[in-house]
């Protein structure tokens, strides 16, 4: 598509910017969560249809979403005040360890009973088990969602990653000895995605709290609490980065810190960073749109139907029997399924590390990595479209959107103990 002058990176981010906007707003007035339209409003822009927002400018621009990422995994750890851990503690772990599970065993059977490669089954099964984040809690945001049902979908999305690594360091071990024969090492194979679980934790602890002097002698000025706070959100996603650790949980631990250790003096802040948000998230959606590749739908399959198919029927099932086996709200138990749809960062990012890990291999196990990448990649597409609407629909059903949801935007508040 010919332009008469050229798009540069300022102008790009203005146009998406402000069709993002505008695209959500007529989201919205469908009835449909307005991230929907940001994402959609990415996907005309990018490659998929006029190329004004190209994958490598897209792809370019990482630095803003790890900032996105980093400000949602911030948010959504100061939501997990100590009070909801005492009375949603257990009730958690337990859906949390059935999702997960459930959704990594149903689609490693499917998967392997299909394609007679129980490497590949196991390895998708361990990526079927993240949710994203993102996504799921911009709609509780948007529509001022409270309640059980809202508390548990933020407990079970700030803790997803952190078993989708477990998970991911089982598989690819056993990957190993089914595809090249090497024996068999869960040390070695766990060793990583602990290390990185711990490390990613104890980054956002320790930054957490050498930031509670400082917020408490500047609480009362909201700029310079803002700049502090920001500051350490950047220090923390450039650390989590450079050593390989997860930004998610890194920012996440950060949030819960600073929200137990110091409630009163960084409630102005955190208040502050809220507001700043907005934009970035906006920029953060268009840009996912623009990353997502039609083409890669008619490449997913049967194979990638089968994914779908357990992954949903997997999450739905043991978020069911998890919320049952811990006696969880009615709401929780028939609607949380319907919140776990969203996939995105992890599990695109797990793909990769797979084609990247098997890339020097046999033939067998290059072309696994790269089936990996592409079942991941257009089943991220469909999840990233449908995951919100339903969102939507199990808040709407168990009664957690406000009646007024299009008053001022704040984040969903969980229910206290």
Known sequence: MGFPFSLNLLLLLGIAALLGLFGGKLFQRLKVPRVVGYIVVGLVLGDSFLGVLPLERATALAPLTDLALALIGLLVGSELRASVFRRFGRQLIVILLLEGLLACALVALLVTWYTGEP??????????SATAPA???DVLWEYRARGPLTTTILGIVALDDGLALVLYGFAIAFARVLLEGEALSLGEGLGRPLLEILGSL???VAVGLALLVPLRRLYANKEDALVLLLGAVLLVAGLARGWGLSLILSEMALGVTLVNAAPHSSRPALEVVKGFTPPIYVLFFVL????LQ???LPQMGLLGLLYVLGRTGGKMAGAWLGATLSRAPEAVRRYLGFALFSQAGV?????????QRFAQAGPAAQEMGALVVNVIGATTFLVQIIGPPFVKFALSRAGEIPARPDRP??????VEG
């Not at 490497?119 to 079927?128: D, E, K, Q, T």
């Open 288 to 291: 996912v749109g623009a990353r």
């Open 294 to 296: 039609v083409g890669l």
């Open 135 to 137: 996504a799921t809690v």
């Open 202 to 204: 104890g980054l956002g």
């Open 347 to 355: 599990a695109v990012g797990l793909a990769l590390d797979v084609a």
């Open 119 to 128: 490497a590949l089954g196991i390895v998708l099964g361990a990526l079927a």
């Open 409 to 414: 935007r704040s984040p969903a508040k969980p």
